[in-house]
């Protein structure tokens, strides 16, 4: 079975902390990618970070950054100095065929 | 912002009614996979379309179809319509041959069933 668990439905931080959301997965896949992806009020979904599961060396993106572990199939996003505007439900997510599998979210607040 | 669009961001339809949303997929996309996203649950897969046909398909009904046109936009349709299919349909554009690696997003289309 292909699916992704969010166990923390809500999260919040102080600004300028730092937060990390967690995130499992299953899948049958040897070599598969991971994503975070952002929903802001907007609805638009944002590619947050991408993680190539053949790869052992974390992804980072400015602040965000994410810990791989493949073997415990668990991919969690690290978020440093958080700002107001990373106010969103944030969304894990992997690739399988042509499809993504998402998880069910993490809605996060950044407290000023 | 991305250069997909979908239209329109909201509307309401009766129970029974017939719905087609549209999506513009980025320029330089032939893929466009659509998704609804029930309130407070990630997105669900419905189907793909590259070059004007279906590419797999979740699990939804028959009653939900799509078209992909030359220009690689896309529609979704709903047919007789069910009080559950309230959601937002997201649309994301892709290019084949990367997987869908690079995949961007609309905004979605807000769409309440009564």
């Known amino acids: 079975a292909q699916t992704v668990t969010q166990s923390q439905p809500e999260m919040s931080v102080q600004e300028a902390e730092t937060v990390t959301l967690s995130c499992t997965y299953d899948?049958?896949?040897?070599?598969?990618?991971l994503f975070w992806y952002k929903q802001p009020p907007s609805r638009q979904m944002i590619l947050v970070i991408r993680?190539?599961?053949?790869?052992?060396q974390n992804a980072t993106e400015n602040r965000f950054s994410v810990n791989f572990q493949k073997a415990a199939k668990s991919f969690s996003l690290k978020i440093s100095d958080s700002q107001l505007g990373d106010t969103a439900m944030y969304f894990c997510?992997?690739?399988?065929?042509?499809?993504?599998?998402f998880g069910t979210g993490t809605s996060l607040t950044v407290i000023p | 912002e991305t250069g997909v669009t979908q239209s329109p961001t909201h509307l309401i339809k009766t129970r029974g009614q017939q719905v087609t949303l549209r999506c513009s997929s980025q320029?330089?996309?032939?893929?466009v996979s659509w998704y609804q996203q029930a309130l407070g649950q990630g997105p669900q897969f419905i189907f793909q379309?590259?070059?004007?046909?279906?590419?797999g398909r979740g699990n939804f009904p028959p009653r939900f179809s799509g078209l992909q046109f030359p220009n690689y936009s896309s529609e979704l349709n709903v047919n007789a319509l069910e009080l559950d299919d309230s959601a937002l349909y997201l649309c994301?554009?892709?290019?084949?041959?990367?997987?869908?690696?690079?995949?961007?997003f609309g905004q979605g289309t807000r769409l309440t069933v009564v």
């Open positions: 994301a554009s892709s290019l084949k041959g990367q997987g869908a690696i690079e995949a961007f």
């Open positions: 899948t049958s896949e040897s070599n598969y990618y």
């Open positions: 993680q190539e599961a053949y790869k052992q």
């Open positions: 997510a992997f690739i399988s065929g042509n499809q993504f599998y």
């Open positions: 320029s330089g996309h032939n893929t």
């Open positions: 379309y590259y070059r004007e046909e279906e590419n």
